[in-house]
């Protein structure tokens, strides 16, 4: 288990067809803990998404446009993993 103890964030979860559906899938087969972002109406497609992955992946509300928000959501995402 490669990534095992680590937590990796991945954005654009949005069908199992996308590389980063691919590539958290992957995640989670070696190990590792994802957490996934998403916006707008696209934040509700990341959620359904992330359960056909796992029930446990958390999905943070996260507009790369808007730094507030993005700090807001490296803070949460810092307090809840580590």
Do not use: C, H
């Not at 095992?4 to 803990?33: C, F, M, Q, R, W």
């Amino acid at each position: 288990m490669i990534l095992k103890n680590k937590t990796l964030v991945i954005t654009g979860i949005l069908t199992d067809k996308s590389i980063a559906y691919a590539s958290a899938k992957i995640a989670i087969e070696n190990g590792a803990t994802v957490v996934a972002t998403g916006f707008g109406k696209g934040l509700r497609i990341t959620e359904r998404a992330v359960k056909r992955l796992s029930e446990d992946i958390k999905v943070f509300p996260m507009d790369i446009e808007n730094q507030e928000e993005v700090n807001s959501t490296v803070e949460s995402i810092k307090k809840e993993f580590g």
